[in-house]
């Protein structure tokens, strides 16, 4: 199982960022899909989740507005839109694939972001 991060980076405050994350090695339409960030000194926050159900999302409140999860099924790709950062967004990323049904839950190693103010 992998899964694999990519797209973080420096932005300005209120820039755009679009995370990706390339999962092989699992089904990953049966599988819902997650980005969860880590903020300095702060436990890990759930940011987006797409599950497996087509259209199936939900934003964290800090973001909602902001931000965008979405996910290609035909690339085992989950997509996090960022826009309008802001620095209190500065985080590693971290890409979550979960079935409940199964009891698994595999991790990527996570992408940077850091934004400038």
């Known amino acids: 199982v992998q899964l694999v991060e990519s797209g973080g980076g420096l932005v300005q405050s209120g820039g755009s960022l679009r995370l990706s994350c390339v999962a092989s090695?699992?089904?990953?339409?049966?599988?819902?899909m997650g980005w969860v960030r880590q903020r300095p000194g702060l436990e890990r926050e759930l940011v987006a989740v797409?599950?497996?159900?087509?259209?199936?999302?939900n934003h964290a409140a800090s973001v909602k507005g902001r931000f965008t999860i979405s996910r290609d099924n035909a690339k085992n790709t989950v997509y996090l839109q960022m826009n309008r950062l802001k620095p209190e967004d500065t985080a590693i990323y971290y890409c979550n694939a979960y079935n409940t049904y199964e009891g698994k839950d595999y991790w990527g190693q996570g992408t940077q972001v850091t934004v400038s103010s």
């Open positions: 797409a599950s497996s159900s087509p259209g199936d999302t």
């Open positions: 090695g699992f089904t990953f339409s049966s599988y819902g």
